[in-house]
C-alpha cells in the first residue's frame, strides 16, 4: 500500500522563516529546467520541490533530496520570467532541511531568528572564555608562574589539549551524525524500500568523492565558483584534520623551517581562509552575481568566523616568530574563543553542515536508487 499523503497548509509559511520563498508566480514554464545545467534527466529539477511547499506536502519535501543537488550557481533564477527566484528557493529549502534532520530544534532557532544565532554563538564563545580563564588561574597556581605569560610553552598545556580539542570536535561530529540518522530515516526509512547493509558499504566511495570534490559543482557554467569553494573549504579542512588528527606535531614549541609541511600547510590553509572569507563578503556587500543577491544572517556569520580565526592565527604565529609571548599568549586566547564556537554551534546546527549533508545526500541518493534497481529490476533511468 502506497504511503498516506497530508497536506499542511502552514508549510508554506514555516519555509518562509527560512529565507527567501516567493514562487507565488511561478507557472511551471521550465525554462528553470532548461537553463539548470544539474537537472540532467529529473524533468521537474528544480521545480518539484516548489509545487510540494505551495502543496503543502511537507513529507515529500522532507523526504527530498533535491535541495541538496543545487549549487547555487543562479542560473534558474537568471532564466526566470517570473522573477519566482528558483535558485533562492532552494537555498531556502537547504536552511528548512537542516533544520528538519535537527532534533534538538536549535538549528530552527538559529535559522529563523538572527538574534538567536549570535546568542548562541556569542555565549558559546563566553562559556569557552570562562574555561579557559579559570583554567590558566589553576594553572598559575599550580606551577607558580607569572599570570601574564613571558613565554608560550604549549606543550605543558598536553594531555588537557588534547582532551578539549577532542571535545570541541567530536561533541558537534556526534550530533550531525544523529541528525544524519534523522535525515536517513526521512529518506530511506519512510520509503518501501529494503537496503542491505552491504548497498551501503559498497556506496560509500560516492559520500567520500563528492565529500572531498564536490564534483557536480563542476558542471555548472560558472567553473572559477567551484574552484573558490573548494579552495574556502580546503582552507576549513585541512586545518582541521591537522589539529584533529596531528594535535602534537601541530601545536608545539618547535619552530620549524619554513619547507617543513606543518609551516607551509597552515600557511595554504590561512590564504584560503583569508581569499575565501573576503571575496564571499565582498560578493554579498556588492550583491555580485545571482547567488549573492539575497544573504541571511548565516551567510554573514560563517565567513566572518573564518575570517577571524584566520587573523587571530596569523596574530598568534607572527607574535611567536617575534617573541612576543605575551601577544601570543592572549591571541591563542582569542583564536579559541572564535573557533570553539564555529565548530560547536556552526558544524551541527549551522551553515558548515552542507559540507556533510551534501555528499550525504548524493550518496543517500545513489544507495536509494540502486536498491529500488535490485529490488524491482528496474534500469537506471526509470528509478531517477
Ligand atoms: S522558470 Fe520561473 S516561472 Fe518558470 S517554472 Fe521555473 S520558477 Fe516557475
Ligand atoms: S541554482 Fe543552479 S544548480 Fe541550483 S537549481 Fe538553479 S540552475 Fe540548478
Not at 614549541?253 to 597552515?266: A, F, H, K, M, S
Amino acid at each position: 500500500m502506497g504511503r498516506e499523503i497530508k497536506s499542511e497548509p502552514a508549510l508554506l509559511q514555516e519555509v518562509r522563516k527560512y529565507g527567501q520563498f516567493d514562487v507565488g508566480g511561478c507557472y511551471n514554464c521550465g525554462s528553470c529546467t532548461i537553463s539548470c545545467p544539474l537537472s540532467g534527466n529529473l524533468t521537474t529539477f528544480p521545480r518539484r520541490v516548489m509545487r510540494y511547499v505551495l502543496f503543502g506536502l511537507k513529507d515529500l519535501l522532507n523526504s527530498s533530496l533535491e535541495p541538496w543537488m543545487c549549487y547555487y550557481c543562479g542560473d534558474c533564477s537568471t532564466a526566470c520570467p517570473q522573477q519566482a527566484e528558483p535558485g533562492e528557493a532552494m537555498m531556502t529549502l537547504r536552511r528548512y532541511l537542516t533544520a528538519q534532520y535537527d532534533w534538538t530544534g536549535l538549528a530552527s532557532r538559529l535559522y529563523s531568528s538572527a538574534a538567536w544565532r549570535i546568542g548562541a554563538n556569542f555565549f558559546t564563545g563566553l562559556f569557552v572564555f570562562l574555561i579557559v580563564f579559570f583554567y590558566h588561574l589553576y594553572d598559575v597556581k599550580l606551577s607558580g608562574s607569572d599570570f601574564f605569560p613571558r613565554s608560550m610553552p604549549l606543550e605543558h598545556m598536553f594531555p588537557t589539549m588534547i582532551y578539549f580539542t577532542l571535545a570541541v570536535f567530536v561533541i558537534p561530529i556526534a550530533l550531525l551524525l544523529t541528525n544524519a540518522a534523522r535525515m536517513h530515516s526521512f529518506i530511506i526509512g519512510r520509503e518501501n524500500i529494503k537496503v542491505p547493509l552491504s548497498l551501503y558499504l559498497k556506496q560509500l566511495g560516492t559520500f567520500v568523492v563528492h565529500a572531498f570534490t564536490q564534483k557536480r559543482f563542476r558542471e555548472c557554467k560558472d567553473k572559477g565558483r567551484w574552484i573558490k569553494h573548494m579552495i574556502m573549504v580546503s582552507g576549513f579542512i585541512v586545518p582541521s584534520l591537522l589539529v584533529l588528527f596531528f594535535l602534537r606535531w601541530f601545536q608545539t614549541d618547535n619552530i620549524y623551517p619554513v619547507y617543513n609541511p606543518q609551516r607551509w600547510l597552515g600557511y595554504l590553509a590561512t590564504i584560503a581562509l583569508l581569499y575565501g572569507s573576503i571575496e564571499t563578503v565582498i560578493g554579498r556587500i556588492r550583491k555580485k552575481g545571482q547567488m549573492h543577491r539575497f544573504s541571511s544572517p548565516d551567510d554573514w556569520v560563517l565567513p566572518a568566523f573564518l575570517f577571524l580565526t584566520a587573523v587571530s592565527g596569523i596574530t598568534i604565529h607572527i607574535c611567536r616568530y617575534a617573541g612576543l609571548a605575551m601577544v601570543a599568549h592572549y591571541a591563542y586566547f582569542a583564536h579559541i574563543i572564535i573557533v570553539v564556537p564555529m565548530l560547536v554551534i556552526e558544524i551541527p546546527f549551522g551553515k558548515l553542515s552542507h559540507i556533510f549533508y551534501r555528499p550525504l545526500a548524493i550518496y543517500l541518493h545513489s544507495v536509494k536508487q540502486r536498491a529500488a534497481i535490485e529490488q524491482n529490476n528496474l534500469t537506471e533511468a526509470k528509478v531517477a
